[in-house]
């Protein structure tokens, strides 16, 4: 999996959850308001924890949020949450994802992607860490899934007009050497081959690949927007 720069509002239950899974592999940086939690993680978890409001724009230009390339408002506040990816998309390219309990919120998400300028949403209580943990490293699929112990990623994707395998057959898309292509999807329609037909472009693409893989692909063989399940 390529590294990437991915820094962490809050730190509870859930935001000190997504901080270990992710510290081993990429850079790691965690915003929590209490003293004590930011001394805490600086000696319990290989990464680096500043005390601040995820709010304020000079607290996020502090840790460099222009240089980050993910990041996640974990803290117990639906609002500030939201507030959080707002007030990032202002000041940065980064990729956001928000921790939310009041499904109204998700209800709206789910209806326009963009909205509240967040780009992931989450919605659960048990299964919140281990689906932002998911994320980071594939943020351009649509799902996404684990098997042989970790080893093996099952992902799918959106075909943009421009990629180079739109309008091809799974056998014909099927030429990069550490992808096991496994079918096509036209109109939420799964094709498998032999049996895909050739007749309509495809709009989307399942694929196995080893653990990290995928990270690899070439920007033109993923899709421009990230278009997420609200859960998984």
């Known amino acids: 999996m390529i590294p990437v720069r991915v820094i962490i509002v809050g730190a509870g239950q859930v935001g000190e959850s997504i901080a270990a899974d992710l510290s081993g592999a990429h850079d790691v940086v965690i915003v929590e308001q209490d003293p004590d939690r930011v001394e805490e993680l600086n000696y319990s978890l290989d990464v680096l924890a500043v005390e601040g409001d995820g709010t304020n724009v000079s607290v996020l230009d502090d840790i460099d949020v222009a240089d980050a390339d993910m990041v996640i408002a974990s803290t117990d506040d639906d609002e500030?949450?939201?507030?959080?990816?707002?007030?990032?998309?202002?000041?940065?390219?980064?990729?956001?994802?928000?921790?939310?309990?009041?499904?109204?919120?998700?209800?709206?998400?789910?209806?326009?992607?963009?909205?509240?300028?967040?780009?992931?949403m989450v919605c659960t209580y048990l299964e919140a860490a281990e689906s932002i943990v998911r994320v980071v490293g594939l943020p351009a699929a649509r799902d996404a899934d684990l098997f042989a112990d970790g080893r093996v990623e099952m992902a799918e994707f959106d075909v943009d007009p421009g990629s180079p395998i739109a309008g091809q057959t799974v056998a014909a898309a099927d030429t990069y050497d550490s992808l096991t292509f496994a079918a096509l999807v036209r109109d939420e329609e799964m094709l498998i081959p032999p049996a895909a037909p050739r007749s309509r472009p495809a709009t989307g693409w399942s694929s196995s690949a080893p653990r990290g893989a995928f990270a690899r692909l070439p920007a033109t063989w993923r899709p421009r927007t990230a278009p997420f399940p609200a859960t998984w």
Request: glycine share 2%; proline share 0%; charged share 20%.
């Open 80 to 120: 500030t949450n939201i507030v959080i990816c707002s007030t990032v998309k202002a000041v940065s390219d980064a990729f956001t994802i928000a921790r939310v309990k009041n499904t109204e919120y998700l209800q709206t998400w789910r209806r326009s992607t963009t909205a509240f300028g967040i780009d992931f």
